[in-house]
């Protein structure tokens, strides 16, 4: 799952700096003109090699039931709503980082670099934090990569030297993004019924996205009010929130299992 995450990064980062020099030497028009035309062709190949596979559900009554059973399954319930408090810690912190660096008074070449370094560390820590999990444990991972991910947010608030924050950023972007694959495999396991699954993550994905909507709109306002540096700590307070479902039901869970044996 991690290395899967991670390829979507190279088309990301890889693609999005192939562009901006596009822009430089075709202009803006004709490269969002080529953009538009790579989408298009992405459409048409994932149609033409998905025919087969598209089932369309003619009972929707029972369908229904199925999603509102699946809502009800406290482990999925569980791995939604730690996903949800992730994005809310981690979702668009990388939209503020560069806002950081001008705070602190980097040139424009420098935050490029520093945004740069945050992506390289997305893709890192999504295929380092997935082996690491198939060896320890996708919980126990995921909560040390919050708390880790809140020190690192209240370093980067906090620290003026150019190279320390080079380092932070590689480091931030690896735990911040490195969780995606984590997460995942958490809904993925708290799904009875695989042929929910897909179900499972448009319920995922649309929290998800509600958060990416919304973080940047209110940890904006903060911003404007409080300065930038306020967004990384209620960053890293959201960080610390994100294993909290986690450890509750960790806790219960064992106690239902003390109270059987007993």
């Known amino acids: 799952m991690g290395s899967f995450t991670a390829f979507g990064d190279i088309g990301r980062v890889g693609i999005s700096a192939f562009v901006t020099i596009l822009v430089a030497l075709i202009n ?3 490269t969002a003109f080529l953009y538009g035309i790579l989408s298009f ?24 039931k199925q999603i509102l059973g699946l809502s009800k399954t406290s482990s999925f319930i569980t791995a939604i709503v730690t996903g949800f408090i992730d994005s809310l810690a981690s979702s668009t912190i990388f939209v503020f980082i560069p806002f950081l660096f001008i705070y602190r008074g980097a040139s424009t070449s420098i935050i490029g ?10 893709m890192i820590g999504k295929v380092g934090l997935g082996k690491i999990s198939d060896k320890i444990g996708n919980k126990e991972v995921f909560i040390a990569s ?33 969780t995606v694959p984590i997460i995942n495999t958490l809904i993925a396991q708290s799904i009875p019924d695989k042929s929910l699954m897909e ?11 509600i958060a990416g909507t919304v973080t940047p709109i209110v940890y904006g306002l903060f911003a404007d009010k409080y300065t930038i540096v306020s967004v990384f700590y ?15 039901r960790w806790i219960s869970r064992r106690q239902n299992r003390d109270q059987s044996e007993t």
């Open 28 to 30: 803006w028009r004709k």
């Open 146 to 178: 919050e708390v880790l991910m809140a020190l690192l947010l209240l370093l980067m608030s906090s620290i003026d030297n150019i190279l320390a924050l080079s380092f932070i950023a590689v480091a931030l972007g690896a735990v911040t993004k490195g």
């Open 234 to 248: 209620i960053s890293a307070a959201m960080a610390l929130c994100a294993p909290i479902p986690i450890v509750i």
């Open 113 to 122: 670099a520093m945004t740069g370094a945050f992506f390289i560390g997305n």
């Open 41 to 64: 062709t992405v459409i048409v190949v994932v149609l033409l090699t998905n025919r087969g596979s598209m089932v369309f559900p003619d009972n929707k009554r029972k369908e229904h």
């Open 199 to 209: 179900k499972g993550f448009g319920i995922s994905s649309i929290m998800t996205g």
